[in-house]
């Protein structure tokens, strides 16, 4: 129990702490607030939002299935240590305040039992982890928390303010922590209670206070420790990565519902009061962008599963969040107030080279625990390079200048129903079978690429081979816009949605459905396309097989075994849409052995296309995407590369030609065709 004149210093702490807190916090706020793009903190549904606010917090955004093993099962411990510290901290300052005879460390009451156990556990469990993560960072010098000289980088965080801003956090919760834990250990000491078993850690720790009287004033010193230490770390907090603790779930909480991981917001051109585009410079950005920049720990996670990063290229994901948290943190007074210089993002935040190297793969996006999605800030920033500056890579406007004119990035003036020619059944169109139960959307690639126009005649077979009345566009057919929109030039994009929900309005489709053999057509027309009105049921290429496998109306010949495949997970396919099993479902239906490559799933690596790299050159770094994935199939021992995306399979077919490999690259659609029975 504190005497009287503690308890009176002890609120004065508190008072003045909250005090100087509420500046930084109020400044985060109103720093997040000015954001002036798109995505808004969303605030509906507040008991949905509030309850995957409450899951991140507890599942630390799922981190454990994230890799590195260790660093996630010593974080795991942290975070609930600190969490289970809200609880206690609160439960040790009553017991200050308390009669002497009330406690709430003793008693037989089951519950306080269990909160006693989990407080011992958990203080251990932060202080080992703790420890574990100083000794990674300053003395094993772990070379996954540095980011390499050709990146650009705030120079404060290049000098060493991150190792600093982590020491400080470190020591803090050191402190903290230990204060509290021994404190337990003395109040066990000063009560002559001996052994508990609720509290195994602190009992042992118990044993080194060598009288009542000793282990009374330890209990006073350590309780002031951790808690005088806590409000004394509060105005601070706000400045620290230490704020991710907070900020990590409101990003969860507040963020958009884009319905695929990746899926832009429409801008309306139509808005003749508009003037600016995308994200020129820093308030340009939405405020969840913004609120990224707070949230982000700063563990490169982003970074290690970046195919532009890992193969050389200037762009780090981490490096963006970086940027902005330190010159939010530089400038915290001005950029609250509203007096701060516009920034401009490129040549601050980002480098020119780095900003056309990202694939909008997602693995940014899809790897980080706090919910940040750097690869959105890039769409932005791409948006306004190319809609306000008329800036971007020379080889872009080929493809652009191909999609306006004829309506395909290729510039082909080739009818877009040649691909079907020497099939030995007819193709309709939606004209010639308008009853049709699916319209296969072929696609640019499928149409004018001749390695995908194999893909197309292949689901074409498929369909036919199972009796499912389909139908396609024929000519009538256009590019969805993917490759405008992922490069910046959103007014085609626009152009381009508006012109086919139109179409496909007209022709009912938006009560039949879709079936495609490219992700980004399927991302595009199933998730993008509702916001101009086009509300589709679209399905890969392998989801219908799977299905139609499942329903007996394909049979499968496996009495020839082709050699061990292995399948290459297309971003847009995998972690864009979360379609995994079903193009593995499918090589297995056809009696196929699958080999995994050691990055697949939501892990897997990019081919190196998105982001509308395929019709530019790859800027420059240590290897290119495609080889560097590609050998890793190889590495495999598979025969064959089995990939789901037409892209895919352009870039997996140039990287055998410079790796020289006998292994085979086709896509499911094809390898099933043929082993129809």
Known sequence: ?????????????????????????????????????????????????LGRAIMAFLNQGQILRKGRTWSSIFHTGIAWGFIFYLLVNGVDTLEGYLPHDWHFWTGDFFVWGLYRLAADVLSVAVLVGMIYFLVRRFIANDKALTVRENVLLDPKAREGAIRRDSLIVGLFMLFHVGSRFFGAAANLAWHNEGFDAWQPFASVVANLYGSPEVASTMWHFFWWGALGSILLFLPYFPRTKHAHLFM???????????????????????????????????????????????????????????????????????????????????????????????????????????????????ACSDICPVGNEPMMDIMEMRRAQVLMEDSYPEELGNAFQGIERRGNPWDSTESRVAWAEGLPFAVPTVDENPDFEYLFWVGCAGAFDPNSQKTARAVATILNAAGVSF????????????????????????????????????????????????????????????????????YHTTQMISDLVGKGKLKMNTDNQLEHVTFHDPCFLGRHNEIYDDPREALKQAGLTLLEMDRHGSKSSCCGAGGAQVWKEEEHGTEEVNVNRFEEAVETGAKTLAVGCPFCSVMMADAKGKVENDMEVKDVAEIIAERLA
């Open 471 to 538: 139908a396609i566009l024929g000519d009538q057919e256009t590019c969805t816009g993917d490759p405008a929109r992922r490069a910046g030039m959103e007014y085609l994009f626009f152009e381009m949605a508006s012109a086919n929900v139109e179409l496909l309005n007209e022709y009912g489709v938006d009560k039949k459905r879709i079936v495609t053999g490219c992700p980004h057509c399927l991302t595009s027309i199933g998730t993008e396309y509702k916001q101009f009105g086009g509300d589709y049921k679209v």
């Open 248 to 362: 990590g779930p409101l990003n969860f909480g507040t963020r958009p519902d884009r319905g695929a991981l990746g899926a832009m917001n429409k801008i309306d051109f139509d808005d003749e009061e508009r003037e600016e585009f995308g994200a020129m410079h820093f308030f340009d950005l939405s405020q969840t962008s913004i609120m990224d920049g707070f949230s982000c720990i700063m563990c490169n996670r982003c970074q290690d599963a970046c195919p532009a990063y890992t193969t050389g290229k200037e762009l780090s994901p981490a490096a963006i969040e970086i940027n902005k948290r330190y010159y939010m943190k530089s400038h915290m007074d001005i950029l609250a107030d509203g007096t701060a210089e516009p920034l401009p993002l490129v040549g601050n935040i980002i480098s020119e080279s780095a900003l056309w190297a990202c694939t909008s793969c997602g």
């Open 1 to 49: 129990m504190l005497t009287i004149v503690e308890k009176i210093a002890f609120v004065l702490l508190a008072v003045g702490c909250v005090y100087f807190a509420y500046k930084p916090f109020k400044q985060m706020y109103d720093i997040i607030m000015q954001g002036k793009g798109e995505d808004k903190l969303q605030i509906d549904q507040i008991p949905v939002r």
